[in-house]
């Protein structure tokens, strides 16, 4: 756990959230600041700040998410499909630097 990350702290449930699944492992939970009527990020609990930070042991875990967002975003009525956004670092948007894959959906996707 890094001890100044907002999304450690949520996954160590130290700051409330919206979960929308836990295991041992992962944690889901709603954007705070939803840019769809659904918006939810999956996380890993173990802080990871970025995807180009993650390395070959995390092969499994990260696998895990991305199987896990199908699933997920089913369960949280997006039957039509979904997009699924990684921002990596400052020059891809990235604001919160614990690896979180954003999962939304259910309004007119826009164009990428
Ligand atoms: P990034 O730009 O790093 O990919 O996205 C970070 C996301 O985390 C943003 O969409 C923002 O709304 C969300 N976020 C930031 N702080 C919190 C929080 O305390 N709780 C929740 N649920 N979401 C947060
Ligand atoms: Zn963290």
Same mark, same amino acid.
């Given at each position: 756990m890094s001890s100044d990350c907002i999304f450690c702290k949520i996954a160590a449930g130290e700051i409330p959230c919206r979960k929308v699944y836990e295991d041992s492992d992962v944690l889901a939970f709603h954007d %705070?600041? +939803? &840019? =769809? +009527?659904v918006h939810f990020m999956i996380i890993p609990k $173990?802080? %990871? =700040?970025?995807l180009a930070d993650a390395? =070959?042991?995390h092969e499994m875990l990260l696998g895990r998410i991305l199987m896990l967002a199908p699933t997920l975003a089913k369960e949280q009525g997006l039957t039509d499909g979904f997009r699924t956004v990684i921002n990596t670092g400052r020059g891809g948007g990235? $604001? &919160?630097f614990h690896l979180h894959v954003h999962v939304f959906g259910g309004g007119k996707p826009r164009p990428m």
């Open positions: %705070i600041h +939803p &840019v =769809a +009527p $173990e802080h %990871i =700040a970025s390395h =070959a042991r990235q $604001e &919160v």
